[in-house]
């Protein structure tokens, strides 16, 4: 059973600019959520989709937004990007809300 | 405010020296706690879920527990291979599901 798989694996930016960020989860599973993680703030929830309807959202700036999609595929969106967006961005998908999300690798992102 | 609280930050242990990690949550009713494994660079992995008071799993060298104020995960006889950053995560029943993570131990395993 293949797990959850995000795309791409790394990314470079320049300030300023937007990017997307994309995540399959295992198949089967409704429940998409992401998380930003830097070394300083540790796992940060940014929003969680559910049937794709946005169930949750954490407490980010407007320019970070998502959508899923009937295949319960997830993307994420970044825009106006700054040097503080540099993180690695985790998706996890889950059968439903109440059960253990699994993870995927994640993208390493980089704003220069 | 719902909280947890990971203890100690950092962990240094020789091979098979046992030891214990602490997950401590302020909830108003616990869902769910969870642990996960993270290496660097890489998605947490999923270990346990435990429900209620007084339930254990066990896994390898890992075995989790948890009260109604923390839960613990105790590591037997560990290896150099379990060095890792363990994150234990809550759900409570008020939170609409969402997962309220620890800042994590990060276990270092000398051989």
């Known amino acids: 059973k293949a797990g959850v798989t995000q795309t791409p694996r790394y990314l470079i930016k320049t300030r300023g600019q937007q990017v997307t960020l994309s995540c399959s989860p295992i198949?089967?599973?409704?429940?998409v959520s992401w998380y930003q993680q830097t070394p300083g703030q540790g796992l940060q929830f940014l929003f969680e989709?559910?049937?794709?309807?946005?169930?949750n959202k954490g407490n980010f700036p407007g320019r970070f937004s998502g959508r899923q999609f009937s295949n319960s595929r997830s993307e994420m969106n970044v825009s106006t990007l700054e040097l503080g967006d540099s993180a690695l961005y985790l998706c996890?998908?889950?059968?439903?809300?109440?059960?253990?999300?699994?993870f995927g690798q994640g993208t390493r992102l980089t704003v220069v | 405010e719902d909280q947890v609280t990971q203890s100690p930050e950092a962990l240094r242990l020789q091979e098979g020296e046992s030891s214990s990690l602490n997950c401590s949550y302020t909830?108003?009713?616990?869902?769910?706690l969870f642990w996960y494994r993270q290496d660097p660079g890489k998605g947490p992995e999923f270990l346990f879920t435990?429900?209620?008071?007084?339930e254990e799993k066990e896994k390898e060298r890992l075995k989790a527990t948890l009260t109604k104020k923390e839960s613990f995960l105790h590591i037997t006889a560990p290896k150099p291979e379990d060095s890792a950053t363990y994150l234990c995560?809550?759900?409570?029943?008020?939170?609409?599901?969402?997962?309220?993570w620890g800042a994590g131990t990060k276990l270092i395993i000398k051989p």
């Open positions: 996890a998908s889950s059968l439903n809300q109440n059960t253990e999300a699994f």
């Open positions: 198949s089967g599973h409704r429940s």
């Open positions: 989709y559910f049937s794709e309807t946005q169930r």
């Open positions: 909830v108003s009713g616990l869902r769910g």
């Open positions: 435990l429900y209620s008071a007084g």
């Open positions: 995560a809550v759900q409570d029943w008020d939170s609409n599901y969402q997962l309220i």
